[in-house]
């Protein structure tokens, strides 16, 4: 029996960098294309049709957040991770709003990437099909009946905690910006100030070390991200 090796579209201007990705892609089993242009990755994506694209911002002929725009407004909607320097947080930021779904900053380790490729892979295969109980370590959450515990133990959360793990555990693994988090929770009209002041609270109950957080860690200047499902 013979399966198909997912496909995977790198899009990046250079040549290092495609060649790092497609030899570590390749060795992680995955079927890589590449492209080091808009106008090339939008030819790629309309005759290979990858499951995933790996997409830097910085293109020669077009910005990518341009490129990603377009693809959802085509209603392509196949995963997206993007690559960005570690100084773009306002560019990572309007990427992820724009639909990406997640990020990796250069310079990166392969394992991170395969790492968020796998999360940004599972999590649409898994969005038709939330399961009523999340659980990560030792923190599990009843979707159905709005129980949290934590090694077994029942926390009492107030309704806005609760909405906010409840979101992230949706979303479990992949980032997700203050303004997506604030718009699910309390509106467009809200303060990012409410979400750091509740996030905080939250781990108190939840983390054993609130300082230092397993489950809800911060991806600085962009938003959280709840720990994978188990």
């Known amino acids: ?69 377009e693809w959802r407004e085509d209603g392509l909607q196949m995963p997206v991770v993007i690559l960005s320097s570690r100084t773009d947080e306002a560019g990572i930021v309007k990427a992820l709003e724009t639909g990406a779904d997640d990020y990796v900053t250069k310079p990166f380790g392969m394992n991170e990437l395969a790492a968020r490729i796998r999360v940004a892979l599972r999590h649409r295969l898994q969005q038709q099909g939330e399961k009523a109980i999340f659980q990560t370590g030792g923190l599990s959450i009843d979707l159905v009946k709005r129980i949290v515990k934590v090694d077994g133990k029942e926390v009492k959360l107030s309704p806005k905690e609760y909405d906010i793990l409840r979101v992230l555990a949706q979303h479990a693994g992949k980032v997700l910006t203050h303004q997506f988090l604030l718009k699910q929770v309390w509106g467009p009209a809200a303060d990012v100030q409410y979400l750091r002041v509740y996030v905080r609270q939250l781990r108190q109950k939840v983390e054993q070390i609130p300082d230092q957080p397993q489950y809800i860690t911060t991806e600085t200047g962009v938003g959280y991200r709840l720990r994978e499902p188990d």
Do not use: F
């Open 1 to 69: 029996m013979t399966t198909t090796a997912v496909k995977i579209l790198v899009v990046d201007d250079e040549p290092p960098i495609r060649k790092l990705l497609r030899v570590g892609l390749s060795a992680q089993g995955y079927a890589v294309n590449e492209a080091q242009s808009a106008a090339a990755a939008r030819i790629s994506v309309q005759e290979d049709q990858p499951d995933l694209i790996v997409l830097d911002l910085g293109l020669p002929d077009k910005p990518g957040h341009d490129l990603l725009q």
